[in-house]
C-alpha cells in the first residue's frame, strides 16, 4: 500500500525535529557562557520554542496512532538518517542526507522564528 506525502512528510519531520531541539538545547548553553548582557531573553525565547517543537512532537505521535504509523528504526551513518517506518503494517525505508536534514531543520526554525528563509545570509 502506498503512503501518502502527508505521511511521508510527518514521518521526516518528527525524525528531524529531535535535532532541532539539540541544536537550540546547544545554542542555548553557548549564549549562557557568552558575555551578553540580555541573555536570558534569548534563551527564554528558545525556551520557548522547545516547548512548542515538544508540543508538535506530541501531535506527530498522535498522528501516527491514529494512522497506523511507526518508527522502527532511526539509524545515524557519518553521511545519512537512516529511517524504517511502517505505515498501516507495510514497512518503509528512508534515507536523509545529513546536508537534507541540516536544511530541513533550519527551514523548521525559521517558521518558528516567523523568519523570511529569502532574508537569511
Given amino acids: 500500500m502506498r ?9 521526516k519531520r518528527y525524525v528531524e525535529l529531535p535535532y532541532l531541539m539539540t541544536i537550540i538545547e546547544n545554542d542555548k548553553k553557548k549564549i549562557s557562557d557568552s558575555d ?10 528558545l525556551d520557548e520554542i522547545q516547548g512548542k517543537v515538544t508540543v508538535e512532537i506530541y501531535k506527530l505521535k498522535n498522528y501516527f496512532k ?7 528504526e532511526a539509524a545515524k551513518t ?3 538518517l537512516n529511517v524504517e517506518y511502517s ?5 518503509h525505508k528512508m534515507v536523509l542526507l545529513w546536508s537534507k536534514v541540516k536544511v530541513d ?4 526554525l525559521t517558521e518558528y522564528l516567523r ?7
Fill in 105 to 108: 531543520v533550519t527551514l523548521i
Fill in 78 to 80: 557519518s553521511d545519512s
Fill in 66 to 72: 491514529s494512522n497506523g504509523i511507526k518508527i522502527i
Fill in 115 to 121: 523568519i523570511d528563509i529569502t532574508q537569511l545570509k
Fill in 3 to 11: 503512503q501518502t506525502h502527508e505521511e511521508l512528510e510527518a514521518v
Fill in 87 to 91: 505505515i498501516r503494517g507495510y514497512t
Fill in 36 to 45: 551578553m548582557r540580555m541573555k536570558s531573553v534569548y534563551t527564554n525565547h
